[in-house]
């Protein structure tokens, strides 16, 4: 199984400013036969379901604020909030959906600071 | 829009047992590869299952295996998890999570269930 390991655990932000949420993954989870790695990044907010913001690594999904940015490659990978809103408190989850079973981080928990 | 609603939570005893319903509307169900995950109280998202759109395809985490069974009823628009001999560990939210089809192949989740909660306890 790939282990998907995200840090810090938390995190406090102050409005405006930068976050950054980092997620190793124990094998790399690039595929050489499409050069795309197998990577989603999921907001999940108190008291509701995940909700995805990031696939392929760096796609954003429609709709999603462009202050989330994702990067990296391989086993290496970055969730970046520019400009750090009120309503972006949330916990965030790196996955991978290279093989089964799909695995997720620990999870990251946004506050402000 | 796309809408996953689950149904059949509840309080069950150890080795007890529940089916869990996801009816799905708003998108053409029977496309689509689609998946169980769990969250236990206060703690990260876990893999259950998988069950591919040919309904043969199916995956299951080790944690559940033998216990737990997929399965889906295209003509019903509805997914299914019968849970057997539960345990207290089994104790979460579960959620209905369809899989995207824009990839080729395995894809991320693109659409969530609100979820429906089963408490294992004495």
């Known amino acids: 199984d790939i282990v998907m390991t995200q840090s810090p655990d938390s995190l406090a932000v102050s409005l405006g400013e930068r976050a950054t949420i980092n997620c190793k993954s124990s094998?790399?989870?690039?595929?050489?036969?499409?050069?795309?790695?197998?990577l989603s990044w999921y907001q999940q907010k108190p008291g509701q379901p995940p909700k995805v913001l990031i696939y392929?690594?760096?796609t954003r999904e429609s709709g999603v604020p462009d202050r989330f940015s994702g990067s990296g490659s391989g086993t290496d990978f970055t969730l970046t909030i520019s400009s750090l809103q009120a309503e972006d408190v949330a916990v965030y989850y790196c996955?991978?959906?290279?093989?089964?079973?799909?695995?997720f981080g620990q999870g990251t928990k946004v506050e402000i600071k | 829009e796309v809408q996953l609603v689950e149904s059949g939570g509840g309080l069950v005893q150890p080795g007890g047992s529940l089916r869990l319903s996801c009816a799905a509307s708003?998108?053409?169900?029977?496309?689509?590869?689609m998946h169980w995950v769990r969250q236990a109280p206060g703690q990260g998202l876990v893999w259950v299952s998988r069950?591919?759109?040919?309904?043969?395809?199916?995956r299951y985490a080790d944690s559940v295996k033998g216990r737990f069974t997929v399965s889906r009823d295209d003509a019903k628009n509805t997914l299914y998890l019968q849970m057997n001999s539960l345990r207290v560990e089994d104790t979460a939210v579960y959620y209905c999570?369809?899989?995207?089809?824009?990839?080729?192949?395995?894809?991320?989740?693109?659409?969530w269930g609100q979820g429906t909660l089963v408490t294992v306890s004495s």
């Open positions: 999570v369809r899989e995207g089809a824009s990839c080729g192949g395995d894809c991320h989740f693109d659409s």
């Open positions: 708003g998108f053409t169900f029977s496309s689509y590869w």
């Open positions: 069950i591919h759109d040919d309904g043969r395809n199916i």
């Open positions: 094998q790399s989870v690039l595929y050489r036969s499409n050069n795309k790695n197998y």
């Open positions: 392929w690594a760096s």
């Open positions: 996955h991978q959906y290279l093989t089964t079973p799909r695995t």
